[in-house]
Nanobody
Framework: QVQLVESGGGLVQAGGSLRLSCAAS????????MAWYRQAPGKQRELVAG???????NYAGSVKGRFTISRDNAENTVYLQMNSLKPEDTAVYYC???????????????WGQGTQVTVSS
């Protein structure tokens, strides 16, 4: 079994900061890309930021310069530091991991359960 467990969401005022964490555990052989997505009410899930196993990052234009994605490969954990938060950042945030399980050969994408981020104006 593989689990992705997120933490760090909550309620914050506009201009504030939050740090999300997502830890992958279980029968994991290797993890390639990890990412954060978000889904606001009535909207489609969108990519917020991604990071490869080598540390290359990419960001949605709406968060570039405000959010920073990082990872700890030894701990199978990905982080999202969110600064200068805006009300439009309000959403459920999901982490994902593209990984190969122990004994497997095919890469699959696994998802966390989501954590709510609410930014008040």
């Amino acid at each position: 079994q593989v689990q992705l467990v997120e933490s760090g969401g909550g309620l914050v005022q506009a201009g504030g900061s939050l740090r999300l964490s997502c830890a992958a555990s279980g029968s994991i052989f290797s993890i390639n890309a990890m990412a954060w997505y978000r889904q606001a009410p009535g909207k489609q899930r969108e990519l917020v930021a991604g990071i490869t196993s080598a540390g290359r990052t990419n960001y949605a234009g709406s968060v570039k310069g405000r959010f920073t994605i990082s990872r700890d490969n030894a701990e199978n954990t990905v982080y999202l530091q969110m600064n200068s938060l805006k009300p439009e950042d309000t959403a459920v945030y999901y982490c994902s991991a593209d990984l190969i399980r122990v004994g497997g050969s095919i890469q699959y994408r696994y998802w966390g359960q989501g954590t709510q981020v609410t930014v008040s104006s």
